[in-house]
Structures are given as C-alpha cells and as structure tokens.
C-alpha cells in the first residue's frame, strides 16, 4: 500500500517562500512521477507540477517562475518551493502520485497525502 | 490547456435517490494508445481527494458499484444509484490525457 505523509509551514506573509516536503511509504519511487496539487478556497484543483526520481520535472507554465520542485531519492521523499507568495497562493497543497515514468504514462493521481493548508497573511 | 467543465455546481438529493454529475471536456480526451483518461475524485469534509473512477468508468478498489462513469464523446457523467449519507463531499473530474492534467470547478453534493 502507497501511503504519502507531507509537512512544511502553514503561515507565511506575502513575499516568502513556501516550503513542504512529501515523503512517500511503499510501492516504487522510481517507477513515478511525483506531483504538487493545490485547492485554493472557493475554486478547483490546479496541478502545479511534477518530478521523476531522476530529477527530471515538469511545471505549469503559469507557476513556473515561482516553482521548483526537487527530489530526495535515499529518503523517497519530495519538495516544493515556491516564491514571492501572495494571498491568492493560499490553499491547500497536496502532494500525489501521478504518472508512471514511461512516456507513454498518462496522469492519475491515485495516491494523495493529507494536505497542509498554507495561509499568506500579513 | 483542456478545460473540464462541470455541472451542476451544487447538488442537493434526497438519500436513497439517484444523482448524476457531468463533465465536459474542451477537446477530446482520447489518448494516442486509445484510452481515454478521464477519471473522477470524491472529496469528503476534511479529507483528501480519493479516485473513484480511472479511465472513464473503471472503479477503483473499495469503491461501492452504485458508482459508475460513462462517456458520450467529450461528455461524461458520474452516476450514483441510491446516494447515502457518506457520499456528501465534492466530486471533481480530472483529464490526464494532454499536459497539463487539468481539474473541473468541483460538484457538491448535500442531503436534501
């Protein structure tokens, strides 16, 4: 069984940098990518990006100044990083796994973590 | 990027009655291998999102079979046969065929 535990600061004022960390237990790390998902209050899901055990990552070209998203593979884990937040970053971030590596891979997300509410405030 | 549409928005029902939801997508989902990756997600109160349906209508593990997904082109439908009290939360459809995957606005469904 997949399971996912992530953590990292849930208040920052605008301007900082947001940090989390997901750690992943069971299944093939390299065998994945792994994806940062967040739900801002009052609207969708938005897909933020993803990274392979070889580092390899894909953002989303809205975010993609602001985002980096690196891996640790001795601990199976992974973490964002994202910049110069403002009130609209607040939300609820997810870590989860989506695609295998093959390029052929399409995304899934069927293992999530259990989310860390980020509040930007002054 | 694809943009998934949802409706309704809100969706109040009875326990014990049916309840549909529906997913459009902007452009076709059917992938290169001839799958079509359009999958459904239940998020209770306080939880994280879980998968209900991968690839249009293929139910996860544990998943009650009162849940079913069907496709008609770019439309799909989530159907619930007889809605009980667990299933309030809000239902999202996901596209994972073109990059990136994108998300629907989300459907809550209440007890009426």
């Known amino acids: ?29 390299s065998a994945y990518y792994w994806s940062w998902i967040r739900l801002p209050p009052g609207k969708g899901l938005e897909w933020m990006g993803e990274i392979n055990h070889l580092g390899s990552t894909n953002y989303h070209p809205s975010l993609k100044s ?38 052929s891979c399409r995304w899934d997300f069927d293992y999530w973590g259990q989310g860390t509410l980020v509040t930007v405030s002054s | 990027d694809v943009v998934m549409t949802q409706s309704p928005l809100s969706l109040p029902v009875t326990l014990g009655q049916p309840a549909s939801i529906s997913c459009r997508s902007s452009q076709s989902l059917v992938y290169s291998d001839g799958n079509t990756y359009l999958n459904w997600f239940q998020q209770r109160p306080g939880q994280s999102p879980r998968r209900l349906i991968y690839q249009v209508s293929k139910r996860d593990s544990g998943v009650p079979d009162r849940f079913s997904g069907s496709r008609s082109g770019t439309d799909f439908t989530l159907k619930i046969s007889r809605v009980e009290a667990e299933d309030v939360g809000v239902y999202y459809c996901m596209q994972g065929t073109h990059w990136p995957s994108t998300f629907g606005q989300g459907t809550k469904l209440e007890i009426k």
Not at chain 1, 4 to 28: D, H, I, M, N
Not at chain 1, 85 to 101: E, I, K, N, P, Q
């Open chain 1, 66 to 103: 602001r985002v980096t998203i690196s891996v640790d593979t001795s601990n199976n884990q992974f973490s964002l990083k994202l910049s110069s937040v403002t009130a609209a970053d607040t939300a609820v971030y997810y870590c989860a796994r989506g695609r295998c590596t093959s390029a």
């Open chain 1, 1 to 29: 069984q997949v399971q996912l535990q992530q953590w990292g600061a849930g208040l920052l004022k605008p301007s900082e940098t947001l940090s989390l960390t997901c750690a992943v237990y069971g299944g093939s790390f």
